[in-house]
């Protein structure tokens, strides 16, 4: 049979294979067809496996995740002929349900932007409009997801790189909560952020792949014991408590056509049974993307200290020993990477820790307290995911605090270390509005539910128009 | 809020390890400043009681039995090595 993957769930296609409709293989190759009919526009891969082992459906997989005989560069130069000899624990655990990795996706280098314009490998497009950004750094997962390369994949989040391209490229990302998916084999950012999680193209896929990934592992010491995942079913919001935090949803640069949805879809949960009521954040807003920006590069200037040319990646030759490591990171590292290198060291160097990565810890307090306190009152937080649409490549990139700003309602979530989830929840000027649904801590299954109900009630259409 | 100087860009850029262009050094000295300006804002907060937090969750220490496993066999750990000698990674001198 032939299967139209722009139109396919994961869990539709995982039924025909139970049903022997398809073979896992003849899936495999629809998907590789559709990459190369599509992926010389959109750029969403690195790599592209011809026939990875598995009797399941394929999964696109971010580069940023390590995969055994698999090119895993994290979208660097200075990783570009790494070929990891151990399959990282989420990966281990999709293999074991029999998924087969179709690809590597492109990210921002070491994930650290929210455009895929930092790839060392060129960018990502939009498959809305292919000269706009997919977002970032998931954009290749979220490109593949969006454009049917691929029925799921993984992305990793620390500051909103899976939530945010799904918002940008219009269709479901979750990260989860801090210390419930392995980070064992995964390339690490900021080590107190870093979260793996599902990219899909429905509420019950994204819970389903969560369930897959997620649990305690005794390779990464913070990960946790986690609540049974429930694959949601209801199509009503009775009983459940919307806060609604006015900064979220007032601040600066949120465009009317975001706005105009965010609402829309507020006005139809109280319709199915949900209250909605304002709500207030008044400093994790104003004060997140500054402790983020502090306190992810100085986490990522002691983890990218591990690329020096000694062990694996690239080396550059020197005299001696100091000459070679500094080449190498010179050749090895692209702009962002460098910068957020010596932010790190400069905020950690003496005489300016207390004042920068000292005060950013207590900020983050403040930002963990702010929202502990409205989850004694409320079931999730609801506000736009992105304050903008999908925007042109190249507008922001060489005004590095106006691309950090593209995060600013995914941040503090992060911060406090809460799952959030990305659905798509209309459009404007033809692209994708995102809607971000926060939980408590371990609250998945509160967010499942109340995205899945909303996705049934917008009937959103996740192929992008032009490939409809 | 003072600008960095060039040299703070050169010292920083020392400590981390990175090699930079005359080039590199203008560029990053003018980001790196504008960053660090909009970073600056968490000291507006009064923050005198309030204690850091290193990451969001509640644990101090994960424990594991202290048991040998089996580890990675020396020809996977040095496949992606620049050089090797032996069992040893090599590299220029010190």
């Not at chain 1, 398809?22 to 010389?40: F, K, M, V």
């Not at chain 1, 998924?99 to 960018?123: C, H, Q, W």
């Not at chain 1, 029925?151 to 391209?165: F, M, N, R, V």
């Not at chain 1, 200037?301 to 000459?323: H, I, K, P, Q, T």
Request: charge should be negative; proline fraction near 7%; hydrophobic fraction near 40%.
């Amino acid at each position: 049979m032939t299967v139209d993957t722009l139109r396919l769930s994961a869990e539709e296609a995982n039924k025909l294979i139970a049903d022997g409709a398809i073979s896992s293989d003849e899936l495999y190759r629809a998907y590789l067809d559709a990459i190369g009919e599509r992926d010389p526009e959109l750029h969403a891969f690195l790599h592209v496996c011809e026939n990875d082992p598995g009797a399941g459906i394929p999964i696109a997989i971010k580069d940023v995740i390590g995969t055994k005989g698999i090119p895993t560069t994290a979208g660097s130069k200075i990783l570009e002929s790494y070929v990891p000899v151990y399959d990282s624990t989420v990966i281990a655990n999709c293999r074991r349900r029999g998924l087969r990795v179709i690809g590597k996706t492109n990210t921002d280098e070491f994930a650290m932007g929210s455009s895929t314009e930092n790839s060392a490998y060129g960018p990502s497009r939009n498959p809305w409009d292919p000269s706009r950004v997919p977002g970032g750094s998931g954009g290749g997962s979220a490109a593949a997801v969006s454009a049917g390369l691929a029925p799921w994949a993984l992305g990793s989040d620390t500051g909103g790189s899976i939530k945010q391209p799904a918002a940008l490229c219009g269709h479901v990302g979750l990260r989860p909560t801090y210390g419930t998916v392995s980070r064992y084999g995964v390339v690490a950012f900021a080590s107190s952020l870093d979260q793996v999680g599902p990219v899909a193209r429905t509420v019950r896929d994204c819970a389903f792949l969560y369930s897959v990934i997620s649990g305690r592992d005794e390779n990464d010491s913070t990960t946790v014991d986690v609540p049974e995942v429930e694959l949601p079913t209801a199509d009503d919001l009775k009983g459940l408590r919307i806060g609604v935090p006015k900064e979220m949803n007032g601040v600066a640069g949120i465009e009317p056509g975001v706005s105009a949805a965010v609402n829309k879809t507020l006005e139809l949960a109280e319709s199915l049974g949900a209250s909605v009521e304002e709500c207030s954040l008044p400093r994790s807003v104003d004060y997140g993307v500054a402790c983020y920006y502090l306190i992810a590069p100085a986490e990522a200037s002691a983890n990218l200290a591990r690329y020096d040319g000694v062990r694996y990646g690239l080396r550059d030759d020197g005299a001696d020993f100091r000459e070679m490591v500094m080449k190498t990171r010179h050749a090895g590292f692209g702009d962002e990477p460098k910068r957020r290198i010596m932010i790190g060291a400069y905020a950690l160097s003496a005489g300016y820790y207390d004042a920068y990565y000292g005060t950013a810890q207590k900020v983050r307090t403040v930002i963990k307290r702010e929202h502990d306190e409205l989850f004694e009152r409320f079931d999730v937080l609801v506000s736009p995911t992105s304050p903008t649409v999908a925007f042109p490549i190249g507008a922001k990139i060489d005004d590095p605090v106006a691309m950090y700003m593209n995060d600013v309602l995914t941040i503090p979530s992060c911060m406090a270390g809460l799952p959030g989830l990305n659905i798509p929840c209309g459009l404007s000027e033809g692209l994708p509005v995102g809607l971000q649904l926060i939980g408590p801590q371990f609250g998945e299954n509160t967010i499942f539910r109340a995205a899945h109900a909303l996705e049934g009630a917008l009937g959103f259409d996740i192929v992008p128009e032009r490939l409809r | 809020m003072a600008r960095i100087t060039k040299e703070e860009v050169l010292h920083v850029a020392r400590l981390a390890r990175l090699e930079l262009s005359d080039d590199d050094v203008a560029k990053f000295q003018e980001q790196l400043s504008d960053i660090l300006e909009a970073v600056s804002k968490v000291s507006e907060l009064d923050l005198s009681d309030v204690p850091p937090t290193a990451h969001p969750l509640e644990i101090a220490n994960a424990w594991a039995e202290d048991v040998p496993r089996d580890c990675l066999p020396l020809d996977d750990v040095f496949a992606n090595a620049p050089d090797r000698d032996g069992d040893y990674f090599r590299t220029p001198p010190a």
